[in-house]
């Protein structure tokens, strides 16, 4: 499992996806982090409904995908840095990977 941003240099005020490629096809709940793996860094997570909640970081700008990616609208100079994604599959398998964002002016 890899992240890949689109575009893969994104410019403040542009929108990026953090697209996640190989993601568990048996793929139970996962979480967007802003930073290390924490409650208080959450942006959002995916429950078994396939419905996302958005998390005590959430800023109204991110939006979460079925398939683990996650949308960033307008990016902020702020937004740069580390984005977590932890991944638990129907069998408890989890996974955590991580991506350092930068955002160009």
């Not at 490629?21 to 959450?42: C, F, H, I, M, T």
Request: net charge neutral; aromatic share 6%.
């Amino acid at each position: 499992m890899s992240i890949v941003p689109v575009p893969t240099k994104p410019m403040e005020g542009q929108d990026v996806t953090l697209t996640v490629q190989g993601y568990p096809k048996d793929l139970l709940v996962y979480a967007w982090y802003r930073g290390p793996a924490s409650e208080p860094n959450r942006l959002l997570s995916q429950l078994p409904s396939g419905n996302w909640i958005a998390g005590p970081a959430h800023t109204g700008r991110e939006v979460g995908f079925a398939n683990c990616s996650l949308l960033v609208q307008k990016l902020n100079l702020t937004d740069a840095g580390r984005y977590t994604l932890k991944t638990v599959t129907l069998q408890g398998k989890t996974e955590s990977l991580e991506l350092e964002l930068q955002v160009a002016l």
